[in-house]
Structure formats: structure tokens, C-alpha cells
């Protein structure tokens, strides 16, 4: 039961937020444009502020191995190279393709990591957490970018796709980040407490517009795509990852931080995202609210088969 409780702590939050979101829809006060123009502004602004100071304010000192990043790496790239090939072979030519691999592939670290790892592991999974978000936030974004453009570009021009990449907001902050940290220059605080604070408030508000803009309409005309997307996200991405990193020795804070690497939801940056590159944002959004809502039961399971074998 405990392990079900940290479970629906960490997702019940996102479920309540977007559920506000669905009541200022329903209730006129904002339309659906403005809604669209507001997802914009958060993956271009917001978002990347966030970003911006979790990895600013990241202990990149923590005693974390090469090993753990090679793999974490290697993984990571394998699961978007993989969705995409499947998708490619089983959506027909269309925005839905790179929509659905990001889906399956991209996960909400950030955002969970820091309450899965501080409820299971306290200090020490907080530090490897924060540091592997270093690797893991621009990784996500950058192999994110790779599956849109080469989706749309048919013959890839990797001078396009570097460009692509190079002026992504979420790469661009995740870049800058690391170096301000590593530079151990400190923002004064007049700049540092007004930006830190709206970094914070960029997930809760990408997920009131998320469920603004879910149409239950959609969803049903989506189901296949949507079910299959939810079920590689929350069961054989993290059964097949998170079983390869378990046969590999890591254990304890570290394998905390690689459940939230592997098992979190699809993360909120994916819809905004997808939505700028000429994906599928209605879909996008939907994959993230179901894999949010399906999250509470597989992430229970998770910790709770972790918890019974003796690994954390």
C-alpha cells in the first residue's frame, strides 16, 4: 500500500491539473486557439526555463559512473530508433508516426524523478537523479528533434537536422545549463528567484492546457494508436530497459533514477513539441494524459516488484 501511496502522490497532481484544464475548456473560458498559442509559448518559454534551472542547479560532482551514463545512453537511443522503425511499419506516411515514437520513447524524468527518487532513495537518489538529468534532458529532446526531422525530411539533410537540433529551445537551455553550472558562475539573485519561479510553474501549466485541448472524440478515433502507445510506454519500455540495467548490476538510488528514466509517463514537453515540428499535437497530448492516468498503477507495480526482489 505504502508503495501504491508514493505512486498516486507523484501522479495525482498531473491528473488534477489537467482535469482544471478540461473544466476551463468546458466552462468557455478559454478557446481552443488560445489554448494552441499558449502550448507554443510553453515549450518555447517556459519549459526551457525549467530546464534551464533543474540542470543549473544539478550536483554534477555526484559519484555517477560511466557505465551508468554509456548505458543510460545506449538505451535511450535504442528505444527511440526502435519505436520509430516499428511505428514506421505499422502507421501509414503521416505527422502520427514521429507523434506516437516520441510517445513511446520520451519520458517525463524530470518531473518525476525528483519525487520518485527523494521518496525511495532520500538524499543519495535526489544527487544521482540530478545529475543524470544532465544526460538524459538534452538526450531526450535531441533524439526527439532526429525523429521528427528525419520523419519529415523523407532524404536526411543532416546540415538541416544539426540546424534543427541546434536551435531547439529545450537543447539550447539544456546545453546552457550545464555550462553556467560547470562555469560555477552564480546568477544574483534578482535574476535567479523571478526565472527560477517561472521554471516551476511550466509543468503544472502544460498540463492545464494539455487538458484543455483533449477532445474525447479524438481519443476514441485515436484508440489504436493511443492504446498501443500507452502499453509500450508504461510496460515494454521499462520491462525491457529496466531489466537489461537490472542484469547490469545497478541497484539501490541508482536504479531509483533509472525507473525514472524508463517507467515515467510520456513527458508534457512532448505535446507542445510536437505540435512545432508538424506532428500530431491533439495525439501527442492525448499519449501524455493516458500514459499520466495508466502511470498511478504501473509505476506501484514497479516499485513493488523492485521492493520484493531487494534492489532498492
Known amino acids: 500500500m505504502e508503495h501504491f501511496q508514493i505512486a498516486f502522490q507523484v501522479v495525482a497532481p498531473l491528473v488534477i491539473y489537467m482535469a482544471v484544464g478540461g473544466l476551463v475548456r468546458g466552462l468557455g473560458i478559454l478557446k481552443r486557439e488560445t489554448l494552441l498559442e499558449m502550448n507554443s509559448f510553453i515549450f518555447k518559454v517556459m519549459i526551457p526555463i525549467s530546464l534551464f534551472f533543474d540542470i543549473y542547479g544539478a550536483d554534477l560532482g555526484s559519484a555517477v559512473d560511466g557505465k551508468l551514463f554509456f548505458w543510460t545512453a545506449a538505451l535511450v537511443t535504442a528505444t ?12 501509414p506516411q503521416g505527422p502520427d508516426i514521429p507523434t506516437v515514437a516520441q510517445g513511446i520513447a520520451r519520458s517525463n524524468y524530470v518531473l518525476f524523478g525528483t519525487v520518485i527518487s527523494y521518496s525511495l532513495a532520500g538524499e543519495a537518489g535526489t544527487a544521482v537523479t540530478a545529475a543524470l538529468a544532465v544526460l538524459v534532458v538534452p538526450l531526450f529532446n535531441i533524439l526527439a528533434v532526429v525523429v521528427f526531422e528525419i520523419q519529415r525530411g523523407g532524404r536526411i539533410s543532416w546540415k538541416k537536422l544539426l540546424w534543427q537540433i541546434v536551435k531547439n529551445p529545450l537543447v539550447d537551455a539544456g546545453i546552457l545549463g550545464a555550462a553556467v553550472n560547470l562555469s560555477g558562475l552564480k546568477l544574483p539573485g534578482l535574476l535567479y528567484e523571478p526565472l527560477n519561479t517561472l521554471g516551476d510553474i511550466a509543468s503544472p501549466l502544460a498540463l492545464v ?21 500507452v502499453f509500450c510506454r508504461l510496460v515494454a519500455v521499462p520491462v525491457v530497459c529496466l531489466g537489461i540495467m537490472a542484469a547490469l548490476g545497478f541497484r539501490d538510488e541508482t536504479l531509483v533514477a533509472l525507473l525514472a528514466v524508463f517507467a515515467s509517463p510520456t513527458a508534457v514537453a512532448s505535446a507542445p513539441m510536437a505540435q512545432s515540428l508538424g506532428g500530431n499535437g491533439v495525439l501527442a497530448g492525448e499519449i501524455v494524459a493516458l500514459t499520466t492516468a495508466g502511470s498511478i498503477l504501473s509505476v506501484f507495480l514497479f516499485i513493488a516488484a523492485f521492493k520484493a526482489m531487494g534492489m532498492f
Open 80 to 91: 527511440f530508433a526502435v519505436a520509430l522503425l516499428v511505428c514506421r511499419k505499422t502507421i
Open 209 to 229: 492546457v494539455l487538458g484543455g485541448m483533449l477532445s474525447f472524440k479524438s481519443m476514441v478515433s485515436h484508440k489504436g494508436r493511443l492504446l498501443a502507445a
